[in-house]
């Protein structure tokens, strides 16, 4: 009877929570190892443009443009929902970090 109970209820759950943790560990070491690193020049870009997504400059939404405006293949005023000021921080931007 006991070793019943056992066998249905306490050994499912055990082996489930034993497999979860596993998985754990292996997620924890698999995003330490497979990490990508950020440029924080082109996030910094993505919070300098209006963030609309829009596509109007040609790339797939802002964070296309930014790395288009870091690696030189754009310029500022491709962004039309941009205002000028942002515009001028941008080249701003770009000049001192660049």
Do not use: H, W
């Amino acid at each position: 009877m006991i070793l019943s109970i056992f066998t249905t209820y306490f050994l499912p759950a055990i082996v489930l929570a034993a497999t979860g943790g596993i998985f754990g560990v292996l997620i924890g070491i698999c995003s330490k190892v497979f990490a990508v690193q950020v440029d924080d020049r082109i996030a910094k870009l993505i919070e300098m443009l209006p963030g609309y997504n829009c596509g109007a400059c040609g790339y797939p939404g802002c964070a296309g443009m930014a790395e288009g405006l870091a690696k030189g293949e754009t310029q500022p005023a491709a962004c039309k929902p941009a205002k000028e000021e942002q515009r001028e921080a941008i080249r701003q931007f770009l000049k001192e970090n660049f």
